[in-house]
């Protein structure tokens, strides 16, 4: 800030405290950093309470997208919640957050784009890097490939991890199956010069020499070396 400001703002608000001398003076600027003190103290205690309310909202969040449950059962989960607030701590009800259907679908979002950075990170320093694939039909009939991925960085620090989950629309074989890992590798900017192993379930659409993806993969290497 500038000087001529304070003075200014010194000399019109607070005139009659150039007057005070010696401990009245001092007693003054106690009192005076105290107020703040006690306002500043105020809004922190305020904040805090709002994260913590933020906190337990992903928490839930995050329990019911482990265990697979419907988005919806964030609202029932409040309201036990709720009621058991009435008997325990009547005075915590008004503290509690919106756990809506909206809510935790916004809560999970912005945990799955916090791993797939995180990940996008670490993956972008890999000196060299393996996947293991699955190919296996869902619930509701539709066959995915699940795409694991395990790497190591200059560090030696390993990272193992669920990289993509693709579902094949129309047929499972071999050029389906690489197309969809070949899709993933460009979104998340993977070379295929630092992928040295592939692990499979030894389905003829995996291993195959020509059609299945060992062959496609080991042609992508030998276009490599050459």
């Known amino acids: 800030m500038k000087e001529f400001s304070i003075k200014r703002h010194y000399s019109t608000k607070h005139a009659t405290q150039h007057s005070l001398t010696g401990q009245l003076r001092t007693d003054k600027i106690q009192k005076l950093r105290a107020n703040i003190e006690k306002q500043q103290q ?57 756990l809506s259907r909206r809510t935790v679908v916004g809560r999970i979002e912005m945990m799955v784009n916090d791993i797939k950075t995180t990940l996008t990170d670490r993956m972008a320093g890999f000196e060299s890097f393996s996947i293991a694939l699955d190919e296996s039909t869902d619930l ?25 989950l693709q579902p094949l629309e129309a047929t499972t074989t071999g050029e389906d199956i690489f197309n969809e890992v070949q899709k993933v590798f460009t979104s998340i900017g993977l070379p295929w010069s630092k992928l040295i192993g592939v692990c499979t379930d030894g389905a003829p659409s995996m291993v195959g020499l020509r059609k299945g993806f060992i062959g496609m993969f080991q042609f992508i290497c030998y276009s490599y070396k050459m």
């Open 42 to 98: 105020m809004f922190h205690k305020q904040r805090t309470q709002l994260d913590n309310v933020v906190k337990a909202s992903f928490i839930v969040s995050s329990k019911l997208a482990k265990a697979l449950k419907p988005f919806a059962e964030g609202e029932f989960i409040k309201e036990c919640m709720l009621e058991v607030c009435d008997v325990l701590c009547p005075e915590k009800k008004n503290e509690f957050v919106s």
């Open 140 to 164: 509701s009939d539709t066959a995915q490939v699940a795409i694991f991925i395990r790497g190591i960085d200059k560090e030696f620090t390993v990272t193992e991890e669920l990289l993509a």
